[in-house]
């Protein structure tokens, strides 16, 4: 991801021109190191330089060391005594059970304090389907996983319920990687049905207010998304063959 690829996530995000406050620019870091990581820009074994990123992101090193404490609590990061900050790995195996509590929390979207979709809202959803049509006759690995966490998200603001969320968000980032990891084993061209199917289902939900539906689809589609990756994970595809971008 380039800084001006931050830039731009980061006013879609706050839709801020303000000056950000502490609290703010830490938050900032953090989930512009969280996508980095997640797209791979970060691979696993990256080392993350605290002084390297207080100079990138012109702050002491102090905030940088809370926000990469936050990231190794999520299992994004490691401190490794004598090395310093390194990415993880992920495996499917490892989060299998990550991968169950999600399908089970996916329901509790149409139960928990559903908030009604605006118009605006719908287009939103409507254009990412919109940018899933464009990118499946020439899929893109970054461009798939930048789509699929930005649906994420519109799932996510369908809930008034906080906790939820923040659960939520916390486990999705956690399993992220994986979608990238085993894409060559996968196929992308057909993640990129299945995801543009899923899209669809929500939206025609959402147009009539069926939140129960919704939920009920997502765990649908997180548990067919699991069980096909549990079926090539023993491909003897390389895992990690070309770049986060596909090349």
Known sequence: MTRNDDAVTEQAMTGQTR???ARERSERIYRILRDRICLLDYPPGNHLSEEELAQEFEVSRTPVRRVLARLESEGLV??????????????????EQVYHLRMELAELIGKLSPIPRTAADLDRIRALMERCDAHILNPDQRAFLRLNMDFFYELSAMTGNQPLRDISERLYFQVARVVLKMMPRLGLAEEFTAFRREIAEVLAAAEIGDWASIGHIRRAHISMSFRRMMLHRND??????????GS
């Open 236 to 245: 003897k595809a390389e895992a990690w063959s070309g770049n986060a971008d």
């Open 78 to 95: 490691q401190s490794v005594h004598g090395v310093g900050t390194i990415v993880t790995d992920v495996d499917i195996e490892e989060l």
């Open 19 to 21: 000056p950000l406050s």
